[in-house]
């Protein structure tokens, strides 16, 4: 059998980052709750930790993203799940599925979930986040860079992922999406983009 | 562009019917084709580009939630770009 390759240290770090992340409180969330909607989104058990709401959110979110309406929305908003609290589970389901996709993709099992830490949520509120173009709170028109711009924790979190696994969304030298010319690990530009085209195509997404 | 959407396609990439390969694997978790993809994909362009390709997969998997769960669609000329890759828009796009 082939040995799988050896993985970038700097995404080993940024697994590392993400399940402090996880596994502390959150803007809206508590550490407790946020490794429940991880392990909701994994096809877990919350064992009543987190809302039926959330755990709804963290499966479809998971599963089904492609599905998603504002109705829907509107409904988990019903039953007691904020849009922000919504965002912040976005971000945990969003960047849980990253981690678990490329480990399943090195041949590796799922890294177990952390154990929480005690604290209470922070509650920090974004100035100038409202709705812009999505269905969610935005600073600015909705779109790949703010997406989870209303809660500032995720979308810090977003661009550690985004930049390690991907390109930095900036223009300049290096590894950023305004550099053409990138070449990363081996893969040129056109197969980053080619790969980053069929995922997107396999999980319905038409961005 | 074509082989986006359809892996029979030739990409004219090197290491493109890899690249398909291990990426349609991981996303689709499937745990027969995932050795075979990755042990393909190591042999063609080598065990870095391997590692990144899976690195940026799941970069998409992440940002295909997040734009699908906020609501945020393709603009209008990406209809066009759809069209010519053999992937329509669906419906709720259009």
Same mark, same amino acid.
């Given at each position: 059998?082939?040995?799988?390759?050896a993985?970038?240290?700097e995404?080993?770090?940024?697994?590392?980052?993400?399940?402090a992340?996880l596994?502390?409180?959150g803007?809206w969330?508590?550490?407790?709750q946020?490794?429940a909607?991880?392990?909701?989104?994994?096809?877990g058990?919350?064992?009543?930790?987190?809302?039926?709401?959330?755990?709804?959110?963290?499966?479809?979110i998971?599963?089904?993203?492609?599905?998603?309406t504002?109705?829907?929305?509107?409904?988990?908003?019903?039953? %007691?799940?904020?849009?922000?609290?919504?965002?912040?589970?976005?971000?945990?389901?969003?960047?849980?599925?990253a981690?678990d996709?490329?480990?399943?993709?090195?041949?590796?099992?799922?890294?177990?979930?952390?154990?929480?830490?005690v604290?209470?949520?922070t509650?920090?509120?974004?100035?100038?986040a409202?709705?812009?173009?999505?269905?969610?709170?935005?600073?600015g028109?909705?779109?790949?860079p703010?997406?989870?711009?209303?809660?500032?924790?995720?979308?810090?979190?977003?661009?550690d992922?985004? %930049?390690?696994l991907?390109l930095?969304?900036?223009?300049?030298?290096?590894n950023?999406?305004?550099?053409?010319?990138?070449?990363?690990?081996?893969?040129?530009?056109?197969?980053?983009?080619?790969?980053?085209g069929?995922?997107?195509?396999?999980?319905?997404?038409?961005? | 562009?074509r082989?986006?959407?359809?892996?029979?396609?030739d990409?004219?990439?090197?290491?493109?019917?890899?690249?398909?390969?291990?990426?349609?694997?991981?996303?689709?978790?499937?745990?027969?084709e995932?050795?075979?993809?990755?042990?393909?994909?190591?042999?063609q362009?080598?065990?870095?580009?391997?590692m990144?390709?899976?690195?940026?997969?799941?970069?998409?998997?992440?940002?295909?939630?997040l734009?699908?769960?906020?609501?945020?669609?393709?603009?209008?000329?990406?209809?066009?770009?759809?069209?010519?890759?053999?992937?329509?828009l669906?419906?709720?796009?259009?």
């Amino acid at each position: 059998m082939t040995a799988p390759p050896a993985v970038d240290p700097e995404i080993d770090a940024v697994h590392d980052r993400e399940w402090a992340r996880l596994a502390r409180p959150g803007t809206w969330l508590t550490g407790a709750q946020r490794v429940a909607v991880a392990a909701s989104a994994r096809g877990g058990k919350a064992d009543g930790v987190i809302s039926p709401a959330a755990t709804e959110a963290a499966r479809r979110i998971h599963d089904e993203p492609a599905t998603i309406t504002d109705g829907w929305i509107n409904g988990l908003e019903a039953d %007691g799940l904020t849009r922000l609290a919504y965002v912040e589970v976005l971000g945990i389901v969003a960047r849980l599925r990253a981690l678990d996709t490329f480990t399943f993709g090195l041949g590796r099992s799922p890294r177990p979930l952390p154990d929480p830490t005690v604290g209470e949520p922070t509650r920090v509120t974004v100035d100038g986040a409202a709705f812009d173009g999505g269905w969610v709170p935005t600073v600015g028109a909705a779109g790949p860079p703010n997406a989870l711009s209303a809660v500032q924790a995720e979308h810090d979190a977003l661009h550690d992922l985004h %930049g390690n696994l991907y390109l930095e969304p900036r223009g300049g030298p290096g590894n950023t999406m305004g550099n053409m010319q990138v070449v990363r690990d081996g893969l040129n530009r056109s197969q980053i983009e080619f790969v980053a085209g069929r995922t997107s195509l396999l999980n319905d997404c038409f961005f | 562009m074509r082989a986006v959407g359809d892996a029979s396609v030739d990409s004219g990439l090197p290491g493109g019917a890899a690249l398909s390969a291990v990426v349609d694997a991981a996303v689709l978790r499937d745990e027969d084709e995932m050795p075979i993809a990755r042990a393909a994909a190591i042999e063609q362009i080598g065990p870095p580009a391997t590692m990144r390709a899976l690195a940026v997969a799941g970069n998409f998997e992440m940002m295909n939630r997040l734009l699908d769960a906020i609501g945020v669609g393709p603009s209008p000329q990406m209809r066009d770009v759809g069209d010519a890759i053999g992937v329509p828009l669906p419906a709720r796009w259009r």
